[in-house]
T-cell receptor, first 111, second 112 residues
Framework: GQNIDQPTEMTATEGAIVQINCTYQ??????LFWYQQHAGEAPTFLSY????GLEEKGRFSSFLSRSKGYSYLLLKELQMKDSASYLC????????????FGKGTRLHILP | DARVTQTPRHKVTEMGQEVTMRCQPI?????VFWYRQTMMQGLELLAY????????DSGMPKDRFSAEMPDATLATLKIQPSEPRDSAVYFC??????????FGQGTRLTVV
């Protein structure tokens, strides 16, 4: 089976940096995704990691350690529009490559 | 621009009625996912197709839910009969191979 754990809620200040952690257990890991979802909207793709290391994309970076079953999403220079839920998702090759999501982390940005 | 299209966007129905949700995946995508999202459970995978063939529907209550892809441009999710506990947002997503999935805007279902 799969377990994907991430904190339920986090709060950070505009202009600061925040790190959202995700741990997973899966029998056939084949990649990890981060999605952003604003209230009332659809999830939108942020990043994809399949090899260990850091992937940087503007203000957002995502890190993966396959041996630890661990990833984080790092958001820099926080803006009010970054207030959203951040969803960690894992692709499982032993289950036909389907994508399973964690419950998401609600991030609140304070001015 | 390419996007996943879902209809209807909102649906209110009475318990016991049949509900059909439709999804048009992005042209050329060969994988289609159906997810249900609630506050309590988050995004739950209901069904998954690759090249129109159902690969996994283990997350779906079989007695009332069914998912099909009659052709490459249409995926359907049907609930019959609907129950109040089915109230949720239902998302369809499509992708190509092992790349990321793109989500539609969802169908907000309320069963009263």
């Amino acid at each position: 089976g799969q377990n994907i754990d991430q904190p339920t809620e986090m709060t950070a200040t505009e202009g600061a940096i925040v790190q959202i952690n995700c741990t997973y257990q899966t029998s056939g890991f084949n990649g990890l995704f981060w999605y952003q979802q604003h209230a009332g909207e659809a999830p939108t793709f942020l990043s994809y990691n399949v090899l260990d290391g850091l992937e940087e994309k503007g203000r957002f970076s995502s890190f993966l350690s396959r041996s630890k079953g661990y990833s984080y999403l790092l958001l820099k220079e926080l803006q009010m529009k970054d207030s959203a839920s951040y969803l960690c998702a894992v692709r499982d090759m032993r289950r036909d490559d389907k994508i399973i999501f964690g419950k998401g982390t609600r991030l609140h940005i304070l001015p | 621009d390419a996007r996943v299209t879902q209809t209807p966007r909102h649906k209110v129905t009475e318990m016991g009625q049949e509900v059909t949700m439709r999804c048009q995946p992005i042209l050329g995508h060969n994988t289609v996912f159906w997810y249900r999202q609630t506050m309590m459970q988050g995004l739950e995978l209901l069904a998954y197709f690759r090249n129109r063939a159902p690969l996994d529907d283990s997350g779906m209550p079989k007695d009332r839910f069914s998912a099909e892809m009659p052709d490459a441009t249409l995926a359907t999710l049907k609930i019959q009969p609907s129950e109040p506990r089915d109230s949720a947002v239902y998302f369809c997503a499509s992708g190509l191979g092992s790349q990321e999935a793109f989500f539609g805007q969802g169908t907000r279902l309320t069963v009263v």
